[in-house]
């Protein structure tokens, strides 16, 4: 089955430190999408990708970093410059035509980091 | 800015019971999105629409552009359905999608 796998599930962080979430993607879409998810708050977009080496800030990109070196996918490192990290991240990919946001975005189930 | 208004942000009915969740933006859009996320995070994509209505199995997705305002209904609802239901719409000049804060939905058998 063609999905989308976001690991690990859970993942804690020192302070201080970097660290890497892994996404992945075997639906053949060119677009791919970080979203960082708050309580009380809409999900809010971190980076996003809409061809292999390249890729744009969102709106709260400040803190974080991603690469692009394969279609399939898309890491977001947490820097020890994002100053509250805490949060639920969210992976989502798309087929590009005509306008990126126009197409439905496939989810990941998430991973949940947390700082110690 | 351009935001998008969920109501209500909690809602618990009984099984069986028709659903109404609302939602509404400031400006024009070019799509809307309708999207379910269950208790462990994931999401799943329930309809994409600009214009009329959509329906799939129970769930029936309607917008109306002149009011900037769209509903998702749930017929015969069941404690399945129990989820987070979030919009999400594309403002035309903007390419990222804006989200609305969710709808809890908690359906007792």
């Known amino acids: 089955d063609g999905g989308i796998t976001q690991s690990p599930k859970y993942l804690f962080r020192k302070e201080g430190q970097n660290v890497t979430l892994s996404c992945e993607q075997n639906?053949?879409?060119?677009?791919m999408y970080w979203y960082r998810q708050d309580p009380g708050q809409g999900l809010r977009l971190i980076y996003y990708?809409?061809?292999?080496?390249?890729?744009q800030k969102g709106d709260i990109a400040e803190g974080y970093s991603v690469s692009r070196e394969k279609k399939e996918s898309f890491p977001l490192t947490v820097t020890s410059a994002q100053k509250n990290p805490t949060a639920f991240y969210l992976c989502?990919?798309?087929?590009?035509?005509?306008?990126?946001?126009?197409?439905?975005?496939?989810f990941g189930d998430g991973t949940r980091l947390s700082i110690l | 800015k351009n935001e998008v208004e969920q109501s209500p942000q909690n809602l618990t009915a009984q099984e069986g019971e028709f659903i109404t969740i609302n939602c509404s933006y400031s400006?024009?859009?070019?799509?809307l999105h309708w999207l379910q996320q269950h208790p462990g995070g994931g999401i799943v994509s329930l309809f994409m629409?600009?214009?009329g209505k959509k329906k799939h199995g129970r769930l029936i997705a309607t917008i109306n552009i002149q009011e900037k305002h769209s509903s998702l209904h749930i017929t015969a609802s069941h404690p399945r359905d129990s989820a987070v239901y979030i919009c999400?719409?594309?403002?035309?000049?903007?390419?990222?999608?804006?989200f609305g804060t969710g709808t809890r939905l908690t359906i007792i058998p």
């Open positions: 989502a990919s798309s087929p590009t035509s005509g306008g990126y946001s126009n197409q439905p975005q496939h």
């Open positions: 639906l053949n879409h060119d677009a």
């Open positions: 990708s809409q061809i292999v080496n390249d890729f």
């Open positions: 400006v024009g859009i070019s799509a």
């Open positions: 629409l600009s214009s």
């Open positions: 999400a719409v594309r403002y035309f000049g903007n390419e990222k999608l804006t």
